[in-house]
């Protein structure tokens, strides 16, 4: 099956796209490689297509001290490959090599996984983890939110119909730190059955540890510290936090779990 008719533009900065996509029932694409299988099944029959991977500004990286602004259309080869600076000690370069296959790689981008908001994904997960925030622009506004707070529900997120994601802004973390992102995938290259993200920030005051790829967004645990000194178990902190997993999947995230725990001690 293949996509229905459709127009097709390609914006050339974020203002542009915006008032493209004014038009009612038009799609903002990037990578195309969620989106275009959806189109293909026809799952989506939008009636236009804004193309933004080209769009210089959300292809643009800026640094300030404190952070690292990523243009939503930056690829995540050009972080595999660091094209673009890595707001972390490399932690998210990793991320990004560990994302599909390469050929996804090359095309797919930062904004349009979050915007996409799958469960199991990467960016999804790890920049959540990160305390990153996303800047989302329209006509007559912009607004920065932090991811804990954009993802609403699996493929959900609060983006309005007229709204893009212009910038990914990521905290820089030292050396000082410490990080873990474990996954398990049934295979190389595919989406993550079970996630947990572990950040330790003494600098910043933050623990942070995250549960991924369970159908809803990611879930930061309320008890951090507690799991930390061990006075609460991976398994019993997945039990708490996701009551609705059978036991196959809450034995796998308690696993995830275990390990990226693991891995920060190390
Ligand atoms: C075979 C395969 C395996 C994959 N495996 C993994 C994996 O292991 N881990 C993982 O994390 N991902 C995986 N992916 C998904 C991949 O990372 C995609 O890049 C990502 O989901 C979507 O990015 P995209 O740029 O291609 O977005 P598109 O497909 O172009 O768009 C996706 C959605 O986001 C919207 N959108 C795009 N950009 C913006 C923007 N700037 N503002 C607002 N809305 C926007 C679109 O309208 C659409 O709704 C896989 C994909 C494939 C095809």
Same mark, same amino acid.
């Given at each position: 099956?293949?996509?229905?008719?459709?127009?097709?533009?390609?914006?050339?900065?974020?203002?542009?796209?915006?008032?493209? &996509?004014?038009?009612?029932?038009?799609? @903002?694409?990037?990578?195309?490689?969620?989106?275009?299988?959806? &189109?293909?099944?026809?799952?989506?029959?939008?009636?236009? &297509?804004?193309?933004?991977?080209?769009?210089?500004?959300?292809?643009?990286?800026?640094?300030? #001290?404190?952070? *690292?602004?990523?243009?939503?259309? @930056?690829?995540?080869?050009?972080?595999?490959?660091?094209? %673009? #600076?890595?707001?972390?000690?490399?932690?998210?370069?990793? *991320?990004?090599?560990?994302?599909?296959?390469?050929? %996804?790689?090359?095309?797919?981008?930062?904004?349009?996984?979050?915007?996409?908001?799958?469960?199991?994904?990467?960016?999804?997960?790890?920049?959540?983890?990160?305390?990153?925030? @996303?800047? &989302?622009?329209?006509?007559?506004?912009?607004?920065? %939110?932090?991811?804990?707070? +954009? +993802?609403?529900?699996? +493929?959900?997120? *609060? !983006?309005?119909?007229?709204?893009?994601?212009?910038?990914?802004?990521?905290?820089?973390?030292?050396?000082?730190?410490?990080?873990?992102?474990?996954?398990?995938?049934?295979?190389?290259?595919?989406?993550?059955?079970?996630?947990?993200?572990?950040?330790?920030? #003494?600098? $910043?005051?933050?623990?942070?540890?995250? !549960?991924?790829?369970?159908? $809803?967004?990611?879930?930061?645990? #309320?008890?951090?510290?507690?799991?930390?000194?061990?006075?609460?178990?991976?398994?019993?902190? %997945?039990?708490?936090?996701?009551?609705? !997993?059978?036991?196959?999947?809450?034995?796998?995230?308690?696993?995830? !779990?275990?390990?990226?725990?693991?891995? @920060?001690?190390?």
């Amino acid at each position: 099956m293949k996509a229905a008719s459709l127009s097709y533009a390609a914006a050339a900065s974020a203002t542009d796209a915006v008032r493209m &996509l004014s038009s009612p029932e038009a799609k @903002v694409i990037a990578g195309g490689q969620s989106l275009g299988p959806i &189109l293909n099944l026809r799952l989506a029959r939008p009636s236009g &297509l804004v193309d933004v991977s080209r769009a210089a500004d959300l292809r643009a990286v800026t640094e300030t #001290p404190d952070a *690292v602004h990523y243009g939503a259309a @930056v690829t995540h080869a050009e972080m595999e490959d660091g094209v %673009v #600076p890595d707001a972390t000690p490399g932690w998210m370069q990793t *991320v990004a090599r560990r994302i599909a296959y390469r050929a %996804v790689r090359n095309r797919g981008t930062i904004g349009g996984s979050l915007a996409h908001a799958d469960p199991a994904a990467d960016w999804v997960n790890a920049l959540t983890a990160l305390d990153a925030s @996303v800047v &989302l622009t329209r006509s007559d506004a912009e607004r920065t %939110v932090k991811l804990e707070q +954009f +993802f609403t529900g699996p +493929f959900a997120t *609060v !983006l309005a119909a007229d709204e893009i994601i212009a910038r990914v802004i990521v905290p820089r973390r030292t050396l000082q730190a410490r990080w873990a992102y474990w996954k398990f995938c049934r295979k190389t290259g595919e989406f993550a059955k079970a996630s947990a993200a572990v950040l330790l920030d #003494p600098a $910043r005051n933050q623990t942070r540890i995250l !549960l991924g790829a369970i159908e $809803r967004p990611p879930v930061l645990l #309320p008890d951090a510290e507690a799991i930390m000194t061990g006075s609460i178990t991976p398994a019993r902190a %997945v039990a708490c936090a996701a009551p609705e !997993l059978d036991a196959a999947s809450a034995a796998m995230h308690a696993a995830a !779990l275990t390990r990226a725990l693991a891995m @920060v001690a190390a």
